[in-house]
């Protein structure tokens, strides 16, 4: 009987899965995206779009837990999604079976828990590219993707390397912050409270560290 139990609930996590990557967004969702960004391309909002199904993705993966959103565009687009409030119902019923609350954007130093689920997503999205979380070659797409596309306001990631990653869930690991392999910051700094160094960048082991 547990076998049974354990194949149904495979079979349906790779209905849902392959749901969300054949789903296609409702018809002017791309056109609001632009509006709001229109130094976008249509190429470049197809992106953003392939940015926002691995978010989906790894909210799914994660088994429903709770993952931050790294990217200013993706979330954009995203809340764009939401406000056709029947479109969205339907597909999170579809995607996972229940509604799919909206979690804002933003980087390392929100607080605990808003931490622990901004480092699952970096996690889950290294997975995605066949990258272990401590030793990234390069930013996962969602990290890189408002860097990327030059997105006012847009969220920026580094990478650090510091030998294993700190998964702890409550607190920074290696530095003053970071533990899970990456730095982020808003414009060409580091996000507020993470204890980086100023002009620009991510300053030695004070941000980062795992």
Not at 54 to 72: A, C, D, I, K, N
Not at 107 to 132: F, N, P, S, Y
Not at 140 to 161: E, I, K, M, T
Request: proline share 3%; with cysteine; hydrophobic share 35%.
């Amino acid at each position: 009987m547990a076998w049974w139990y354990g194949e149904t609930r495979k079979r349906r996590l790779t209905w849902r899965r392959d749901f969300i990557r054949a789903y296609r967004f409702p018809p002017g969702l791309a056109e609001k995206l632009r509006r709001k960004h229109p130094n976008l391309s249509a190429e470049q909002v197809r992106v953003v779009e392939i940015a926002l199904r691995e978010f989906f993705l790894f909210y799914l993966r994660s088994g429903s837990q709770s993952v931050g959103m790294p990217s200013r565009v993706t979330d954009d687009l995203w809340h764009e999604f939401i406000l056709d409030t029947r479109a969205y119902a339907a597909f999170c019923q579809q995607a996972f079976g229940h509604f799919f609350h909206h979690v804002p954007s933003g980087g390392l130093g929100q607080g605990k828990k808003k931490d622990a689920a901004l480092r699952r997503t970096w996690r889950l999205a290294c997975a995605a590219e066949r990258m272990h979380p401590a030793k990234a070659r390069k930013l996962p797409r969602l990290f890189g993707l408002d860097a990327q596309l030059a997105v006012a306001g847009g969220l920026v990631y580094s990478l650090h390397w510091a030998g294993s990653q700190k998964e702890e869930e409550g607190g920074c690991g290696g530095g003053a912050c970071g533990g899970g392999g990456l730095a982020s910051g808003e414009g060409s700094g580091c996000a507020g409270g993470a204890g980086c160094s100023g002009g620009g960048g991510c300053g030695g082991g004070g941000c980062g560290g795992g």
